[in-house]
């Protein structure tokens, strides 16, 4: 029994591979090592498989947000290891899921918009470049995290046309005081400011919104992709910001002069082609 796990910093998909072959999709929250603790990492799996299960993997292929630091990547062999006491576990960060779950063995540039955000080159084997992402406090430019923190900006700043700001009030019961609570006080702050982005897909329709996502996405270009010395026009996407917004993507990238590859909410099946070729 073998697994595949992608993680984002809202949520982790577990493949279960017997003989090679998907037998079974779990799911559980997201295991981004900077967010998580330990005790939360445990229940987190063992809600999803027993003890018995535990024991007859063999090997984890775990990728992951967060894991770009050798500190984070051996915390999180170390805690998989405790629970998976059988298994060969690699860890592998999310951002060479993306790749080869777009690529393969095949080279190209890939970008990561989902909860947050990322991006590199990739030369079919390995990262060969990539402009380092910050985090949500610093960074993740054109990620949910980023599209929810100017939404609530525009909010509390007063920048929001009535008709979007009454929507905005209608759709969240919420106020200040709580939005400040948890986007400060939350143990996962950036799951929670990312909640509000599908807010922006709710309303795209309307002028405000559209551009609040285009001025989003052209952020993240600037601060990524038009960094990399390549001849590489096309760029590949996953992530679900990018495959529910991909046609304002698209249109930013080729005001970059990039052209919009493929486009998936996750490299899940890539990822499992990649182990099973």
């Known amino acids: 029994m073998q697994l595949i796990a992608e993680s984002g910093s809202t949520k982790t998909t577990w493949v279960v591979l017997q003989d090679g072959r998907e037998v079974e999709r779990r799911a559980s929250v997201g295991l981004n090592p900077f967010y998580v603790t330990s005790e939360t990492l445990h229940s987190s799996i063992t809600e999803i498989f027993s003890a018995e299960e535990c024991l007859k993997v063999e090997k984890v292929h775990f990728y992951g947000a967060g894991c770009s630091t050798k500190e ?31 690529f393969g063995s095949s080279a190209g540039m890939v970008a ?25 406090t610093l960074g993740d430019e054109g990620g949910g995290a980023w599209i929810g923190r100017q939404i609530l900006k525009a909010r509390y700043y007063r920048e929001m046309p009535a008709d979007v700001e009454a929507a905005f009030d209608k759709t969240f019961d919420t106020n200040l005081a709580e939005v400040l609570h948890h986007a400060y006080k939350d143990e996962l702050p950036n799951r929670y400011v990312a909640s509000f982005a599908p807010f922006a897909y709710d309303h795209i329709a309307t002028p405000f919104m559209r551009e609040l996502v285009a001025k989003s996405f052209n952020a993240f270009i600037n601060a990524y992709l038009v960094k990399y010395k390549t001849d590489q026009e096309e760029v590949s996407v996953v992530g679900s910001i990018g495959f529910y917004f991909k046609d304002i993507l698209e249109e930013e990238l080729g005001k970059h002069g990039f052209v919009l590859g493929t486009v998936a909410q996750s490299p899940i099946e890539g990822l499992i082609r990649y182990h099973n070729s």
């Open 72 to 102: 984070n990547v051996d915390w999180l062999s170390n805690e998989m290891k405790q629970v998976f006491t059988k298994a060969q576990v690699q860890i592998n960060h999310d951002l060479l899921a993306a790749a080869r779950g777009s």
């Open 112 to 136: 990561i918009l989902g909860t947050g955000s990322n991006s590199c080159l990739y030369d079919g084997e390995r990262i060969v470049d990539n402009v380092p992402a910050l985090g949500f």
